[in-house]
Nanobody, 125 residues
């Protein structure tokens, strides 16, 4: 299996920026689909952004388009989420996810991908 470790979360004020990192290790594949999800209190885990290493396509939830940017460094086996213009509604635990392809990435069930443990992002007003 793939092990994923997120970092970079923290407490910031509205309008600030953060960059999250997700380092992969273990039984990784060359070009996995990578993504970020988030879960706020009382909410279901929701899709934020994804990166397909095949074709280098990116996808974003409507709520973060224009503010967040997902990117990857294959040599470091690391995926990043640059978050700009943060808003209080962005407050959540952010989870990194890896899967063999984009379809599997979106299936939030055991066996279709790997999850990191999450990193807390808190945005104060």
């Amino acid at each position: 299996q793939v092990q994923l470790v997120e970092s970079g979360g923290g407490l910031v004020q509205a309008g600030a920026s953060l960059r999250l990192s997700c380092a992969a290790s273990g039984r990784t594949i060359s070009n996995p689909a990578m993504g970020w999800f988030r879960q706020a209190p009382g909410k279901e885990r929701a899709f934020v952004a994804a990166l397909s290493r095949i074709g280098n396509n990116t996808y974003y939830a409507d709520s973060v388009k224009g503010r967040f940017t997902i990117s990857g460094d294959n040599a470091k086996k690391t995926v990043y989420l640059q978050m700009d213009s943060l808003e209080p509604d962005d407050t959540a635990v952010y989870y990194c996810r890896a899967a063999a392809n984009m379809l599997s990435l979106k299936i939030l069930r055991p066996g279709f991908g790997s999850w990191g443990q999450g990193t807390q992002v808190t945005v104060s007003s």
